[in-house]
């Protein structure tokens, strides 16, 4: 089984949108939503769920008012400013350090795991999907996207799927070091911008450092000519094939609009830019 994953340097780049037009294009794969904090590849894929799980994830103090003496010893060494002065701790500011645990005199403070989301097993119109959704203000996103491709891998390999493709998070952060390591191809999606060449030679310099393959896709490439062949120019210089300029087109958020893929509504310029990209892949990948 052969590993995809799409990232970007930031959100809006129109990753989602990609990923979801090669689930639309590929045959027999699994999909991955590992863009947990802000999972969006759902709204077109729109998943039947199968099966939904609790993703728990660090610890929260919670204070037991009938054994509570309110002595104050919980107030005094809480750096995080996480109890009321009625002795009530803030979910979200408590940070699960276990300091007010441990020095609570009469043992009067929970300290249980937290529930910091959930993840899902779904069929789609493409094939089965794995996501996840994270709870408000919760952390620990990596751990989470961790989770969601090995269960994609896990579906993957027992249902004899040979492509797993997955939505990664955006940046170069913890929940993207999750979304990369040990997969097969990065796809980076960048925009022809200075923050978009910037974005894009942070996440090279991270795939580099994991020795993994890496190709680029400039999204609507023709909206600034000059900094797309900056670009191109650029991704020589880092041995980066560009294998994909796609031009900007207002049927993207009409197909957004429609709730499918763009290949799927449309078969112009930009539906065609990404049948020859996803060729493309298709013959580095080796499927």
Not at 115 to 143: C, Q
Request: hydrophobic share 40%; net charge negative; charged share 25%.
């Amino acid at each position: 089984m052969k590993e995809l994953v799409v990232v970007s340097g930031k959100g809006g780049t129109g990753k989602t949108s990609i990923v979801a037009s090669f689930a639309a294009l590929a045959k027999n794969k699994v999909m991955a939503d590992c863009d947990v904090d802000a999972a969006d590849l759902h709204l077109v894929l729109k998943p039947t769920v199968l099966e939904k799980h609790e993703f728990k994830s660090g610890k929260t103090a919670f204070i037991d008012k009938e054994l509570c003496i309110e002595c104050g010893r919980c107030l005094e060494v809480c750096r995080f400013e996480a109890i009321s002065e009625d002795f009530i701790i803030n979910k979200l500011s408590c940070e699960g350090c276990g300091a007010c645990v441990h020095f609570c005199p009469v043992d009067a403070i929970e300290f249980n795991d937290n529930l910091a989301g959930h993840w899902f097993v779904s069929d789609t119109r493409y094939g089965p999907m794995v996501h996840a959704r994270l709870g408000i203000a919760e952390e620990n996103s990596g751990k989470l996207v961790t989770l969601v491709r090995t269960k994609a891998k896990n579906l993957a390999e027992n249902g004899n799927h040979s492509l797993l493709i997955a939505d990664g998070s955006p940046g170069i952060g913890c929940p993207v070091i999750a979304s990369i390591t040990g997969t097969d191809l990065v796809l980076v999606v960048t925009e022809p911008t200075l923050s978009g060449l910037h974005d894009l030679r942070r996440i090279v310099d991270l795939t580099k450092h994991f020795s993994i393959p890496t190709v680029a896709c400039i999204n609507k490439a023709d909206i600034n000519q000059d900094m797309a062949r900056d670009i191109e120019e650029v991704c020589n210089q880092l041995n980066i094939q560009v294998v994909g300029k796609i031009p900007y087109d207002s049927d993207v958020t009409k197909a957004q609009v429609a709730g499918v893929s763009v290949v799927e509504y449309s078969d112009g310029a930009i539906s065609q830019e990404i049948r020859k990209m996803w060729d493309s892949l298709q013959q580095i990948l080796e499927i």
